[in-house]
């Protein structure tokens, strides 16, 4: 499938306060490479994202036991693409794909941050990736060790920045403590959940960190696992994620995000499509270019399975500008999840 | 009145990671000293705490316009106390009583820091406090200005430690971090509301800042504003803080905090009951044992406004041992409400 | 005279990067206080200043050979002014007023720095500066010097900020690359010259400032040196400053400033004058009102030599709204003096 | 063509405080080498300037598409010259011959430091560079993101030293800043325009930085693009690069300079032709010789096209002690374009 004729240019924003562009729109590993899509289909879907202008394409060593990163490297070899011209983030964490004994092969210590990296790269076939996080807090190892670690992996060329993903507001300021205190590098992106239904961690909990350590966001779950799609609006299809349940992973991670009022959400969700339906554009779309709309977002990560949702989700950069404050204002009484301003000096 | 004979002997602990130690219980102005009650009845209460061990005593600029500062320091020097056996603190952050424009009389501008901590003083007719806290985050004032001016007022010799009160928790990483980088003090303790149903800031928002910056806490409102001590069981007295909704500032007060089900919490409340009669306790004891349970809290202040109410509350010391882990566990079933245990690496 | 009824409210902005708030006019002491007007008129003008919602009064141990900063200290006396209601500010660089031997009673040495600053407070009669200014840069004297001896008048609570007058960008740097290796405070504010007239230095040369050290402006000679009041429309009135060319002070002063075409400037500030009736104000509010437009600017310091002329000065800040973009697209227009945009990545 | 026999001895300067000597004299490869240039005629340019004594050649990514550091590696390998003896310089800003992206192949982010750095070399034939520019400010990129990329060159062993084009004198003292507070080196060289007609930048702008930062200076354009050969005297010749005018690339770059006025300009130039003469050298040698005077000047850049010119520029080397004092003054006059004495303490 070629791109559309009316597929909008896209744009490219800074990584929070670094010097990097990354996509206004990139495309995730998660669950799709090397996972529940078979490997043409993966390649479809980075070469419509290529070919759409996004450069930042997103991974993690924990994604399908590490195949995701063998099949993200293969496509980047398969379509000779230049290195320069991409951003490849890979995160460090849950890497039992690297040994037998979990003990050493998880979390944040010294010793998984630079075997891990190690790993990564053998299996993504790159010198270097361009951003490394870690994908969750490790309370375990103290905080010094893993700031220390991932400049090592800077110093060494292997990354280029590095970054968080889930960590608390406090655990990103202490990160920062250590790096200034010690001269080195800090964490400058922080890979949160963030979409119309979940919006407290990004536009609450790290609002001071935008300003004090110019934190950027390269954000997941723009469409709330689908859900803002508008795909459950009548219940839930057979071929959908939620449909699956069996699967031990997603049903845990449906565990582990707590149990929620479905019907309320569906409700409210079915409320946005008449906004959509004015803008002339799919509640995919306004879905995205919602989450666009923050200034503090550099990227959202899209999880498309086909080349269609690519340019669908691509599609967004096109509708952001249609989102005028009178728009923002009906969406945030329709939701009701706008958390307050910060206190300032005299309120 | 003199003290019960069976009062428990007061219990001192560090602040925080500090060598500093101060009282369990202390006794706090906001609202009373000054401003609510007479002067006699505050020098009364003065000296039944400090009869019962109590060596801290909290105030702050902004209490009733400054004159609980002037009442607190004419207790100390009515009873001739001596200045070394004493904690005193005082907060800046609201100090309209100092100056005629509001504009560089509040906040955490080092004008206003240093300009507060001399009226205060002045007030209080003290050379120096042991603690000084910033009475909320100021985010209009740079981080650093705020460590440095703290700094300031320790190294003039005007304040032995500095804190803060209300602060996010990634508010005090960044204190810390100032700190750590230029070499300065950081922030040892942090004095927010605790009890039986606010639990969510000290139990889970603070947790990591005990281990990495050795927070101390200061709590304030471990009864729940009176709710804990049982007296609103069967409705609201004529003579409690409720009742005097007319005031301005009460009323103000607790619109801030929010509505909130208030059948629902005296049901709860009421439910605790059973477990303090058990134990031969009064239900206010119950609830500050279970506050002192916690050893992240250096001290509890209280608001007690007579003797008596001092007294039954210095008890409350000698009921923490009694609360076992299972009358722990029965207290959370009740409520419901115990955050979350952080995420460690294998969750 | 009593304020006029349709007095704007003054507005407050903070001083660059710091916490410190100063009203958006100010009223400055150079060749007024203690020089060319009587104590009295200088009193009237202050006290008209105060009474506009004026908190910040700026002075240097040059102006006047000190009588300046003894003039304006007799008026806080005299008005009872609370101390913490004002930002005063004085400058150190000419102290000839000191001592008889010109040789250590001049520039930014460690000596003089702390011996005027002393002197200063004692013309004054008060205990401390809110700002403390390096009147200009001194080439003999090594920039950390300078930087620690300014941070010493801070540690010893004799100043509460300090900054730069009329000093390069590079030098303003250079004072923060010293204060950021010793741990030290850097200059927060710059007193520069800016007006329709002058607008290279504020609007170019310091431009990298406002972002990377979050540079304040206190700006002298808004009204350049009142040819931008329109008063030398039709030549030079008998009593203004240019009539005194006879003065030594006056005189030099022009010659340093250098010649310029005198006809084409009057010529293009007449243009100006419709722009002004317009708006239904005078030229002088319109100069000084675009002036404060500028968002870098955080007060515009005024040398009024009357009470009428502090209102017709502080009803400026009514008139910034005015200023919409197309009126500011017509003056630069105008003036043909808009400096070129800061070259961006791509240009 | 062989040396002539009175060629001149090769001068050697250290680049500003640093240890490393430059030949006065060296050779850039703007425009010329891979670009309007045949390769062969580079070659004996090169070896022309290699065998008077010149032992810094200046290169750039942006050249000619790379193509520029493709030739001058060609011809360091053709002629078996030994790495030790030569100083290499390159420039990263312009990398679009990297990849087919812009977004991520311009600008001084790390990613394209790093990237261009490796790609640079792989061009060149070399494992280091002696030096490596910025050849622009990036104002879109943290500074202390950019001063921490080319610490990591110099520390992964990709150059030795390491510089910038054209900056502001505030940015190399905020480079300074960040490598001073993070134990880094800073920047020790500028490439500035200079020569006759253009003396503001050198002499006055980065006047302080000679003493702060112990700046050192490889100036480009010392003839003004052949302005101050004195070959424009009586027009515009065929075959000069004024010629070549419809070239896109020479048009933009002209039109970026801005108009002046040429006329004025050959007229000056051609004022000082007696002086040339009647020190018997070349108005080139002239031009050349003055620029070396400065001591400031570590090297000035030729672009010389041919052998003839290489020798006649090498030989201003030895015109350098012919301009007296008075000759200076001469020159001055004519121009009428020195910038004033920096101010000093009693000025």
Redesign the interface.
């Known amino acids: 499938m070629t791109a559309p004729a009316d597929l909008p240019k896209m744009t490219?924003r800074?990584l929070g306060?670094?010097?990097?562009?990354v996509s206004a729109i990139s495309l995730g590993g998660w669950l799709t490479y090397g996972g529940y899509t078979e490997n043409e289909k993966t390649f479809s879907c980075m070469k419509a994202a290529y070919d759409s202008g996004v450069?930042f394409f997103d991974c993690a060593e924990g994604y399908a036991g590490g195949k995701s990163e063998e099949v993200m490297g293969e496509a980047i070899r398969k379509y000779s693409w230049?290195?320069?011209?991409l951003?490849i983030s890979t995160k460090l964490y849950w890497g039992n794909a690297n040994g037998d004994n979990?003990v050493n092969n998880?979390?944040l210590s010294r010793k998984h941050i630079i075997e891990g990296m190690s790993a990564s790269l053998k299996r993504l076939g790159l010198d270097y990736v361009?951003l490394i996080y870690a994908h969750?807090?490790?309370?375990?190892t103290p905080?010094e060790e893993t700031v220390r670690a991932f400049n090592h992996l800077?110093?060494t060329?292997h990354a280029?920045?590095w970054g968080t993903s889930e960590w608390?507001?406090?655990?990103?300021?202490?990160a920062?403590?250590?790096a200034?205190?010690l001269?080195l590098?800090g964490p400058v992106m922080e890979q949160p959940a963030y979409n119309l239904l979940q919006r407290e961690k990004v536009e609450k909990?790290y609002a001071?960190?935008y300003r004090?350590v110019?934190l950027g966001l390269t954000v997941f779950s723009p469409l709330r696992q689908g859900i803002l799609s508008g795909k459950y609006r009548d219940g839930v299809p057979a071929d959908s994620r939620f449909a699956q349940e069996q699967d031990a992973f997603i049903a845990g991670y449906w565990k582990r995000t707590g149990k929620y009022a479905w019907d309320g959400i569906i409700k409210q969700v079915n409320q946005l499509q008449p906004i959509a339906d004015d803008l002339g554009i799919k509640m995919s779309q306004l879905a995205l270019a919602w989450v666009l709309k923050n200034p503090n977002v550099s990227s959202a990560i899209i999880g498309a399975t086909s080349p269609e949702q690519v340019y669908e989700n691509v599609g967004a950069v096109g509708a952001v500008d249609k989102l005028t404050p009178e728009i923002m204002d009906k969406i945030d009484e329709i939701l009701g999840n706008k958390p307050p301003a910060?206190?300032?000096?005299?309120d």
Chains 1, 2, 3, 4 share one sequence.
Do not use: C
């Open positions: 490219y800074f306060r670094s010097g990097l562009q450069n230049k290195r320069n011209d951003v979990p998880n979390g361009d969750r807090p490790d309370r375990h905080m800077i110093n060329g280029l920045y608390n507001a406090d655990e990103i300021a202490t920062w403590r250590f200034d205190k001269g590098i909990e001071h960190l004090e110019g910060i206190v300032a000096r005299f």
